[in-house]
């Protein structure tokens, strides 16, 4: 009888679910590059055996995987799936090692850790690579890393490389911090955009292969690259426009407002000065720290953000900075606005709290690991030196604005859409 009633709700979510995802399927007005893949039966790959770089995002706008739809089909052989930072399920805490594995018998490589290039005897098994995966429009996210090294593969292998575009989800036009200083190239940046660049995947890898950015690892800096444009997304379409279901991109990314609050707030955690919500039901949408005096609460009084808001709150993370312990601070809620300058209001808010807290702001206070991520994640010196050696708030605010003229005239040759 109990197994009878755990049968009957297991059915019962499962037909819930199915109707969810069909009811927000229902909705979608954006078909994605590989709807348009679909749509034409596979003609532009037929007959290819395939690598495949995705994860748990790549996905149709009816929510079918593209791993099981390339895998299904008849047209094409899926041979190899290439995997990023927090794996093929995206469950990976960042900076946790990725194994390789399989998904219905096929090789599942990961490219996050030691191997960042597919390695070369992997060459004989596959045609042609695809990328089927969903950016977050963030720089300092290392998903535009790992394209960056397979397009270097590709041009390493001699292989053709497929782009199924897909929408930024904060759209086409914000555009929004300082332009990435080649000193501070990493793994969490490694192309030369603003902090936020606002431009598709495929309009991204455009720009790698135009501009020559794939460096002497690359025989010819360049590989032979084709976009499946999607149908239906413009510019001023946010992930809320497009009628397609969000699917968590990593374990802190479980929203789109998570990726608003993680374009304000993730540089600043990187100083593991205040708790920015990771631990908690909202990560990048909680800010403070277990020792909050009332001062930090005259910013809710004048101080004002574009395109988003500040409520006082209190609340615990369960791990990360301050974990178990109770925090005050405000939770963080987002409008969707074209005119939203996340980085910028994060620069605001950092001025005020160096004005409410300079004890916190004493440069040898700061770890040395600490240091560097900061640097790395805002892709320049400048930012760190001014704002912990005394530099003015307009100083600031200049040096978070550095190369995003350049950026927008330079963005304007590879728009796809």
């Excluded at 197994?3 to 709700?9: I, R």
């Excluded at 995997?83 to 090692?97: D, I």
């Excluded at 440069?363 to 030196?385: C, H, P, R, V, W």
Aim: net charge neutral.
């Amino acid at each position: 009888m109990r197994l009878m009633k755990k049968t009957k709700k297991s059915i019962i979510y499962c037909i819930f679910l199915l109707l969810f995802v069909q009811f927000n399927s229902s909705l979608a007005i954006v078909n994605l590059g590989i709807n348009m893949l679909e749509n034409s039966n596979f003609a532009e790959i037929k007959g290819k055996r395939i690598a495949l770089l995705t994860n748990f995002s790549g996905r149709d706008n009816t929510g079918k995987l593209t791993t099981e739809i390339l895998a299904l089909s008849k047209e094409v052989e899926l041979k190899l799936i290439l995997t990023p930072e927090h794996g093929f399920y995206g469950v990976k805490a960042a900076g946790e090692s990725v194994s390789n594995s399989e998904y219905w018998g096929i090789p599942i490589l990961s490219l996050y850790g030691s191997t960042k290039l597919i390695p070369s005897n992997y060459a004989d098994d596959f045609d042609i690579i695809i990328v089927d995966i969903q950016d977050i429009g963030v720089r300092a996210y290392t998903f535009i890393s790992t394209l960056y090294y397979v397009m270097q593969s590709a041009v390493n292998l001699d292989k053709e490389i497929y782009i199924l575009d897909r929408p930024n989800p904060l759209g086409g036009i914000i555009v929004d911090g300082n332009l990435l200083e080649e000193d501070y190239k990493s793994f969490i940046g490694i192309v030369p955009v603003t902090y936020l660049h606002g431009l598709t995947i495929g309009e991204i890898a455009s720009m790698i292969i135009g501009e020559g950015w794939l460096g002497k690892n690359a025989k010819e800096n360049a590989c032979k690259l084709s976009i499946i444009k999607m149908d239906g997304w413009e510019r001023w379409m946010q992930w809320e426009d497009t009628g397609l279901m969000w699917i968590p991109t990593s374990p802190n990314i479980p929203s789109v407002d998570a990726i608003r609050g993680a374009a304000m707030l993730g540089w600043i955690g990187e100083l593991s000065l205040f708790s920015v919500g990771i631990g908690t039901n909202l990560p990048f949408q909680y800010f403070g720290t277990p020792d909050i005096n009332s001062n930090f609460y005259s910013i809710l009084d004048n101080f004002e953000l574009n395109g988003s808001q500040i409520i006082q709150t209190d609340f615990m993370p369960v791990y990360g900075k301050y974990a178990n312990q109770h925090c005050k601070g405000f939770l963080l809620r987002f409008e969707k606005n074209n005119n939203f300058t996340p980085f910028s209001n994060g620069i605001e808010l950092i001025i005020t709290l160096r004005n409410l807290y300079p004890k916190l702001f004493i440069e040898k206070n700061i770890e040395l690991s600490k240091k560097q991520m900061f640097k790395k994640a805002t892709g320049t010196s400048k930012l760190y030196d001014l704002i912990f050696e005394g530099g003015s708030d307009d100083s600031i605010r200049k040096a978070a604005y550095n190369g995003v003229m350049d950026f927008f005239k330079l963005r304007k040759k590879y728009l796809l859409y």
